[in-house]
Antibody, heavy 122, light 108 residues
Framework: QVQLVESGGGVVQPGRSLRLSCAVSGFSFSSYGMHWVRQAPGEGPEWVAVISSDGTDKYYADSVKGRFTISRDNSKSTLYLHMDNLRTEDTALYYC???????????????WGPGTLVTVSS | ENVLTQSPDTLSLSPGERATLSCRASQSVGRNYLAWYQQKPGQAPRLLIHRASSGAPGTPDRFSGSGSGTDFTLTIIRLEPEDFALYYCQQYAASPLTFGGGTKVEMK
């Protein structure tokens, strides 16, 4: 059974940094592209970033490009999102998500974790 | 970026009725890479439909997707009590991936 468990969320001041982690189990992590998707309170989902199965290809939403970095450690079955220069508009529930198919990079999102809440506030 | 507009914002229906949700894209969605997700309060979204009309594993037969190009539809042929929720469309043909604003299906 696919399990995705995010951690690392919390309250942080504007301009500071935070790193989110996602520990996965129940599937061959190194075979799947992975995404981060966020959802602000009362809003719809917003895609943040995707990383290919081997970590070489990465794509970002314009709203986070240059500030956020997606990465993965296939030996630890863990996905990361390093967030720098955080803004109040980055406040959201951050979901770790798994691609639908075992392609090097797949944009179809299938499984979602429960999310970790990031609050950016002074 | 491909902007997705969903309509209506809210659909008020009774169990057993048919629900028709619309999703319109500002640009043609390549290969009809359009997905539908269901989200219930306090839960993460759940994939229902991909490639416009293909059911994801576990999706009940009462859910069907249709459309191509820029106009897509999610139909729930007979609403069950557990179907009252938020529904989002999403295009995954190209980065940046984009979601629609959502349609809430509420009980009348």
């Amino acid at each position: 059974q696919v399990q995705l468990v995010e951690s690392g969320g919390g309250v942080v001041q504007p301009g500071r940094s935070l790193r989110l982690s996602c520990a996965v189990s129940g599937f061959s992590f190194s075979s799947y592209g992975m995404h981060w998707v966020r959802q602000a309170p009362g809003e719809g989902p917003e895609w943040v970033a995707v990383i290919s199965s081997d970590g070489t290809d990465k794509y970002y939403a314009d709203s986070v490009k240059g500030r956020f970095t997606i990465s993965r450690d296939n030996s630890k079955s863990t996905l990361y999102l390093h967030m720098d220069n955080l803004r109040t508009e980055d406040t959201a529930l951050y979901y770790c998500t798994k691609s639908y198919s075992a392609d090097p990079i797949s944009f179809l999102i299938h499984n979602w974790g429960p999310g970790t809440l990031v609050t950016v506030s002074s | 970026e491909n902007v997705l507009t969903q309509s209506p914002d809210t659909l008020s229906l009774s169990p057993g009725e048919r629900a028709t949700l619309s999703c319109r894209a500002s640009q043609s969605v390549g290969r009809n890479y359009l997905a539908w997700y269901q989200q219930k309060p306090g839960q993460a979204p759940r994939l229902l439909i991909h490639r416009a009309s293909s059911g994801a594993p576990g999706t009940p037969d009462r859910f069907s997707g249709s459309g191509s190009g820029t106009d897509f539809t999610l139909t729930i042929i007979r609403l069950e009590p557990e179907d009252f929720a938020l529904y989002y469309c999403q295009q995954y043909a190209a980065s940046p991936l984009t979601f629609g604003g959502g349609t809430k299906v509420e009980m009348k």
